[in-house]
């Protein structure tokens, strides 16, 4: 079926099978492929992008149910200048990741827990984040990213 | 995967219409998609409900009841109810993750029926009812076992209407890998009595706890549950805990959601 939608505020059209996954779609046919599939389930959250404004896993989503819709993907985050967004500039100066395979879902989460909660509590940043998995930096530094992105002073953590 | 199509109806004629027609019904897909992933279903056409407007939203009926259309996401059941219901708000909320709860449906969760699904236990507890394109069920006649329900293979879930108890509460044992509960326990009461039900225990699915609901409604204190125990056959047993390391939590939550209801 052919499918319409606006990818980081470009009109892009495409041709899917019903089986087409909206983050293949991201990555193999708009060759957005900094989206990531981890686990290819919905549990770790590498692919998290937003449809509509909404957080979702794209890897559990169809192409096809986002036709029409208004996607956001990692490569929107920065400026067309490649000036960093302020969640990015967060995470490089916090050092929030380490191999970075995580990082896009975790910026694109982070995004929205920012948008819904702009100062939000340690706790909160770490329950907002249960559906993505990091497997290198425990998450202390994606905490503290998150935290200094939001503007709030960097409190002790917990398991410090 | 296999290979199919997808509908997109706007209407529930026409989900109807696509799924007489031999197609199934596609809610949020937060369950089905794995599924389908793992080649566990062949449909030849999936009929995504979700852009059916009438299928979506939380509004109040003439009797109280809090009423979930099918095709409604976590997220605006919790944000919909936090005042009018917080411990289904608390439930809706804690379901999967941020993500999981912009797409996943009150529909589609109870339509499959895992044995560790947050909602059938609120469903039960509080005796709701399960409407569906053709009737209304009651929760005690719906719910038939792990991934059974009343449901007939064609019939689309539309609503789901809640009595609003006095006192309720969720308590949720969490198993952190997959964020469905190990253990978890809707306690609600109501004018006539206690309803408990217990979720991600047992190998028959959702249950209510008649011994429980018996001691409840004498004495509603957590300590009116002291000496009562679920039976461990017939339990769960996997390498996340064992069949009495279930039945042990079903007596602790409980206990919990008790002591956050009172």
Same mark, same amino acid.
């Given at each position: ?7 980081? @505020? ?19 046919? $708009?060759?957005l492929?900094?989206?990531?599939v981890?686990?290819?389930t919905s549990?770790? @959250?590498?692919c ?6 909404e957080?979702?896993k794209?890897?559990?989503m169809?192409? +096809? ?48 827990? $920012? ?13 907002? $984040? ?11 530094n994606i ?5 200094a992105?939001? @503007? ?7 398991a410090? | ?23 199934? *019904?596609l809610s ?9 992933? +793992?080649?566990l279903?062949m449909?030849?056409t $999936?009929?995504?409900?979700h ?9 109040t ?6 009423c ?13 109810? +936090?005042?009018?219901?917080? +411990?289904?708000s608390?439930?809706a909320?804690?379901i ?7 797409r996943g449906?009150?529909? @589609?969760?109870?339509?499959n029926?895992?044995?560790s ?34 449901l ?15 006192a *309720?509460?969720?308590?949720?044992f ?6 469905f509960?190990l ?9 006539d ?14 249950f209510?706890?008649?011994?429980a609901?018996e ?12 000496g009562l125990?679920v ?9 996340h ?8 939590l079903?007596?602790?939550? *409980?206990?919990r ?6």
């Amino acid at each position: 079926m052919k499918l319409t939608m606006k990818v980081n @505020g470009r009109e892009v059209t495409g041709e899917v099978e019903g089986r087409t996954l909206l983050v293949d779609f991201l990555r193999s046919d $708009l060759r957005l492929t900094g989206t990531h599939v981890g686990c290819d389930t919905s549990q770790c @959250g590498a692919c998290t992008v937003h449809v509509n404004g909404e957080l979702v896993k794209s890897c559990t989503m169809f192409a +096809a149910e986002a036709d029409g819709a208004e996607i956001a993907t990692i490569e929107g985050a920065a400026a067309e200048d490649g000036t960093l967004s302020a969640i990015q500039q967060a995470f490089q100066d916090h050092h929030g990741l380490q191999c970075g395979y995580c990082t896009p879902g975790m910026v694109m989460t982070a995004a929205s827990l $920012l948008k819904e909660n702009p100062k939000p509590t340690e706790h909160e940043v770490r329950q907002y $984040l249960e559906g993505n998995i990091c497997r290198c930096t425990g998450y202390h530094n994606i905490v503290k990213a998150i935290m200094a992105a939001s @503007g709030q002073e960097m409190p002790a953590m917990a398991a410090e | 995967m296999y290979a199919f199509d997808i509908a997109r109806p706007t209407t529930l004629d026409e989900a109807k219409a696509a799924i007489a027609a031999g197609g199934q *019904a596609l809610s949020g897909g937060q369950t089905l998609i794995p599924t389908l992933k +793992a080649r566990l279903a062949m449909p030849e056409t $999936l009929v995504s409900l979700h852009g059916i407007a009438d299928l979506k939203g939380v509004s109040t009926d003439s009797a109280g009841r809090i009423c979930v259309k099918g095709a409604t996401v976590h997220r605006a059941v919790a944000e919909a109810v +936090a005042d009018s219901f917080p +411990a289904l708000s608390y439930l809706a909320s804690r379901i999967g993750d941020p993500a999981v709860r912009n797409r996943g449906t009150i529909g @589609g969760s109870v339509a499959n029926n895992d044995p560790s699904a947050c909602y059938p236990a609120a469903v039960l507890a509080c005796d709701a009812t399960v409407c569906t394109d053709r009737r209304e069920i009651a929760a005690d006649d719906y719910f038939q076992g792990m991934f059974t329900t009343a449901l007939e293979e064609d019939e689309i879930v539309t609503e789901v209407k809640f009595p609003v108890p006095q006192a *309720a509460a969720y308590e949720k044992f969490i198993q952190p890998a997959s964020r469905f509960p190990l253990v978890a326990v809707f306690v609600a009461r109501f004018a006539d009595g206690v309803r408990v039900a217990i979720t991600g225990a047992s190998e028959s699915g959702v249950f209510r706890w008649s011994a429980a609901e018996e001691a409840l409604s004498a004495n509603f204190t957590p300590d009116a549950l002291d000496g009562l125990s679920v039976d461990a056959d017939g339990m769960i047993g996997d390498l996340h805990g064992s069949k009495d390391y279930r039945a042990h939590l079903c007596g602790v939550m *409980a206990k919990r959601a008790v002591a956050r209801a009172v």
